[in-house]
């Protein structure tokens, strides 16, 4: 069977609602994350027998708290970009500032090593 083209799965216009107790609708995202698929597509494959789309991949629990790790190490980061220019307004020690922003660069070359990505310079 031939696979639609991303304008064919565009033309589906019409909504389905369906109501779950707690206990379905954990079962049914259990179903769903172990497949791998949208809930959609697995309820598709049961009412019409349609052939199930490619699963997504998904990032490992890891990867997921390494990147949640490097958004928080971006508002820090942030922070300490504040503190630096109210340091050159004279207002601040400037090296406890430059020894926060090397530890947290020592932190985000290894966060971008963990997820096999290069650090940027």
Same mark, same amino acid.
């Given at each position: ?7 064919? =799965?565009?033309?589906?216009? =019409? ?7 707690? $206990? ?39 990867? @997921?708290?390494?990147? =949640? ?12 970009? @504040? ?9 601040? @020690? ?5 020894? $926060? ?8 070359? $290894?966060?971008?090593? $963990? ?7």
């Amino acid at each position: 069977m031939a696979r639609r083209s991303g304008s064919e =799965k565009r033309r589906r216009s =019409k909504t389905f609602s369906l109501r779950l107790d707690p $206990a379905e609708q954990e079962r049914a995202a259990d179903l769903r994350d172990r497949a791998g698929l949208s809930l959609a597509a697995l309820i598709r494959r049961a009412l019409f027998d349609t052939p199930l789309p490619r699963a997504t991949r998904r990032p490992t629990v890891n990867h @997921q708290a390494v990147a =949640k790790l490097l958004g928080q190490l971006g508002r820090i980061g942030t922070n300490i970009n @504040q503190l630096a220019k109210h340091a050159n307004a004279g207002r601040y @020690q400037e090296s406890s500032i430059e020894l $926060a922003l090397r530890d947290l660069m020592e932190l985000r070359t $290894a966060c971008l090593q $963990a997820l096999g990505r290069e650090p940027e310079r």
